[in-house]
Nanobody, 121 residues
Framework: QLQASGGGLVQAGGSLRLSCAASGRTASSYALGWFRQAPGKEREFVASISWSAGMTYYADSVKGRSTISRDNAKNTVYLQMNSLKPDDTAVYYC????????????????WGKGTQVTVSS
């Protein structure tokens, strides 16, 4: 089970940190990450991180402005988002899969409920 939190309303240029708690005995063995879906748009990949945190992947749209990290002791993945833009407004979904790659084409294995991020101009 994946439970996302940390969304909210922020002004353009601001920052937010999203969290996602993964439950289950094997949660720390899975790659974790994030997708987002803006109104009227398809869900898109944002970032993923391997179970060891040794590999991270980002969508071009957030690269350089966001950092994904994880704490396996807490089975939690984080997405620190800086320099937020109105285009970042979306519902952000936590996701999990055995591997952190290929999410843009194949998608993850598991989905969590989303958390709303709204960036005002």
């Amino acid at each position: 089970q994946l439970q996302a939190s940390g969304g909210g309303l922020v002004q353009a240029g601001g920052s937010l940190r999203l969290s996602c708690a993964a439950s289950g005995r094997t949660a720390s063995s899975y790659a974790l990450g994030w997708f987002r879906q803006a109104p009227g748009k398809e869900r898109e990949f944002v970032a993923s991180i391997s179970w060891s945190a040794g590999m991270t992947y980002y969508a071009d749209s957030v690269k350089g402005r966001s950092t994904i990290s994880r704490d396996n002791a807490k089975n939690t993945v984080y997405l620190q988002m800086n320099s937020l833009k109105p285009d970042d407004t979306a519902v952000y979904y936590c996701a999990a899969a055995l591997y952190p790659t290929g999410w843009e084409t194949h998608g993850p294995d598991y989905w969590g409920k989303g958390t709303q991020v709204t960036v005002s101009s």
